[in-house]
């Protein structure tokens, strides 16, 4: 069974940090585009940043850059979204997505239709 699921979210001050994972089971990982969306309550679900199967590239939306950073553990199979400096407007469901194709080399990689599996998704609330 193909499955990706998110975990890490949680409430958080603002100014504070939380760090996402992504875990894939039933497939590799490696050999996927990951995207993070996230959608906040009556709005869009947008994406927030993406890493290539490389390693080599990622890509960012410029609410997150310099606060955000996408990264990926082959090994264990999981990427990662570390978030820093957190505002209250961060505060949504993150969902992480796969894609077997290239899709982080431009800002398509924010087209929810680009890809093939979602997780269920994690909240995150920046709140004082």
């Known amino acids: 069974q193909l499955q990706l699921v998110e975990s890490g979210g949680g409430l958080v001050q603002p100014g504070g940090s939380l760090r996402l994972s992504c875990a894939a089971s039933?497939?590799?990982?490696?050999?996927?585009?990951i995207g993070w969306f996230r959608q906040a309550p009556g709005k869009q679900r947008e994406g927030v940043s993406c890493?290539?199967?490389?390693?080599?590239?990622?890509n960012y939306a410029d609410s997150v850059k310099g606060r955000f950073t996408i990264s990926r553990d082959n090994a264990k199979n999981t990427v990662y979204l570390q978030m820093n400096s957190l505002k209250p407007e961060d505060t949504a469901v993150y969902y992480c997505?796969?894609?077997?194709?290239?899709?982080?080399?431009?800002?398509?990689?924010?087209?929810?239709?680009?890809?093939?599996?979602w997780g269920q998704g994690t909240q995150v609330t920046v709140s004082s």
């Open positions: 039933g497939f590799t990982l490696g050999n996927y585009d």
């Open positions: 997505a796969a894609r077997s194709a290239r899709v982080c080399y431009d800002a398509s990689y924010r087209t929810v239709g680009r890809y093939d599996y």
């Open positions: 890493i290539a199967s490389s390693a080599g590239s990622t």
